[in-house]
């Protein structure tokens, strides 16, 4: 909350991750800039780009621009951007999506209504469209609890997309943010902590739009990701302190099945070597 003449206004501080997405951020940025909720700041961290990013960053008025040197790691860009927010609020947002004009502005309407009846929220994301070149893609075929207490869902896969989400900047912090350390997945991993703690709620209307196209994505980089949802998962059973016996029981069978899973693929392909490393792994996990 910020204190001015006419009273506390609540700001939520809008980071944006971006590394070489010059001819997509325009955007980006003016869907931001639309929104109808006006107590925004919006802070673009830039991940060593060598394209015409900054340049198009300084076309828009009232925007902070950071750079940072290039990392390819892009829990490194949200962190910066987060530890510079001057919000109570943050709401993330890739620099090749957009949002909906009434996003902020729906979103927070949302958690006063909860805060009005006593209810904490911690986190709140809404609906996405998923549009790969022009196209919606259907999203008939996703099946899992959004909101509530969603950790066995969100242990399967990544099942809150960062660019909907809105989260209390003290709770991100209490959670240690993103990790760092990870290429890919630091998504699915921040929000098994979070999910592991705390309910999330969900906001069942399409303000977040999720473009896929042409471009570079790191989630293509390597073909398939499960396996860094398997690194991100071996980091947590390493030594997470889990909020309850079940969720940490929860958290190994669901690595042991990813195991076999990605196992089963190795095999297919005569990696051998490969194979061995991650046979080694499961059993020591059962045997853990």
Known sequence: MVKTGKGVKTVISVIIPTYNRARLLGECLASVCEQTWADK???VVDDGSDDETREIVKSFSHIRYL?????????????????EAQGDWLAFLDSDDVWKPDKLSAQYEYISGLERAGETCRLVHTREIWDRCGTTISQKGQKHRRSGDVFADALKKCMIGPSTVMMRKDTFFELGGFDETLEIAEDYELWLRVTDRYPVHYLDIPLTVKRAGDWDQLSAKYGQIEVFRIQALEKLAAGYPWASPDHERMAREELMRKYRI?????????KSAEFAVYEAKLHNLRNR
Do not use: D, W
Not at 262 to 270: A, I, N, S, T, V
């Open 262 to 270: 990605y196992m089963k693929g190795l095999e297919k392909r005569g």
């Open 67 to 83: 750079q940072c040197g290039h990392s390819g790691f892009p829990g490194i860009p949200r962190n910066t951007g987060a530890a």
């Open 41 to 43: 700041e919006v802070i």
